[in-house]
């Protein structure tokens, strides 16, 4: 899709569509009442016959509306005015493009990002348009062989906004945008594929091109490299299956040289069958999504690349396929993790952080000014906070705090969960320095509790992105979350260096 910003009246737009919202009930917005006024009142005229209430989802397209040069134009319901936030705005955007994409026109103009939105600058009603008009567009049909075709889809357009003097950071939210949403479908792609084309030697493949696509450097370890390094605990997880482990570095440095890296480590369990302590049959097609952590953050670094961003950034990405075999490791098993500290796996089916504890041992070596890892981690973070917010956890309160900060200017929200020492005693094994399970009880909570004993060396955060990272049932797939918070956040990091007199490269 192609994107532009406009200022100017919506009566004298030559475009396919112009696009203005309606209020519940019956009342234009600003640039509704100002296509009304050229069109000498024939939209209040078409309201007052109840043809439209305004009502949130509700549309109605116009042709040749007198008084406009556009071919048609489109009413977009919003309901309340009193309620009109974040969440009925972007749903208006949503509306607004799905609509335009069926109507057959090739560009729409769309006044809806002049809506006033509660605490919300031009800026972000810009890069929420393009992300929502970018997830409303997106389609996973690589592996269809008949893909259903829109006839005349759209391919461009226009957002408007109400000043000139707004333009310049409308034209800065745009890029923003577009590279977010690229990222993120991005991100989808990958997550979306199936673990039998998804593998963990797929996933290091395509860090290699996204390398060379935009400029980043890439290093993969083998499996020899990394029983050298003595990731021990990383191993074991792949025993069982017959694709082996990679364990991939991605850098963009776009900082001062020797300014201390931001670190990001995604999971990337490219299938997860549970090992030894199988999953039940239902839903297991969607652990192909476990390794959403690493997609995400593959995603971000493309993104921070697009953006140029000022700043040192590692992503770090441990993957291997979960399955049962005969090397597979067994309940029971005790191994010695690169930290030194040994663990005793009690449940083959908590994986994720048995490959992400070497992960957080590895980059200890970078030095890093904080890392944050992202993981479809536990089953018991989609009971406790469903698809709406990701968990964090961190050791770390003001990094904490910047990443919810992050979530909420990103609308990729995340809610903080305790990480008090007295969850630690659940990890207690008689037999090693610790179990890989906790128990029923906070299971969200514990397993952050075992990554902790790997991160004391650091600023640490944890985002546990098992409800968020897709979506289930008639419309399964991949969300593309975090990655809107992930790259708010290093937006808000690059602008405070600037800031701080520190100049961009
Ligand atoms: N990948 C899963 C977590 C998961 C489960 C994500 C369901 C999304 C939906 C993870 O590896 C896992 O299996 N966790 C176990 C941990 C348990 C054995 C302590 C879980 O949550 O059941
Ligand atoms: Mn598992
Ligand atoms: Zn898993």
Redesign the pocket.
Known sequence: MEFSIKSGSPEKQRTACVVVGVFESRKLSLPAELLDNAARGYLAELLRRGDMEGKAGNTLLLHKVPGTEADRVLLVGLGKEREFREKEYRAAIATAVRTLNETGGFDGTVYLTELPVKKRGVAWRVRQAVLVAEETLYRFDQLKSKKDDVRRPLRKLTFCVERRTELAAAEQALSEGQAIASSMNYMKDLANLPGNICTPTYLAEQAGTLGREHGLAVEVLDRAAMEKLGMHSLLAVSRGSHQPPQFIIVKHLGGKPGAKPIVLVGKG?TF?T?GISLKPAAEMDE?KF?MSGAASVLATLKAAAMMKLPLNIIAVVPTVENMPGGGAIRPGDIVTSMSGQTIEIL?T????RLILCDALTYVERFEPDCVIDVA?????C?IALGGVVSGLLANDDALARELLDAGHDGWDRAWQLPLFDDYQEQLKSNFADMGN?GGRPA?TITAACFLSRFTKKYDWAHLDI?GTAWRSGKEKGSTGRPVPLLTHFLLARAAKKVGAGETAQ
């Open positions: 369990v997860d549970g652990m476990d449940n089916d908590a994986e994720g479809t981690l536990t089953g018991a989609v399970i299971g098992a």
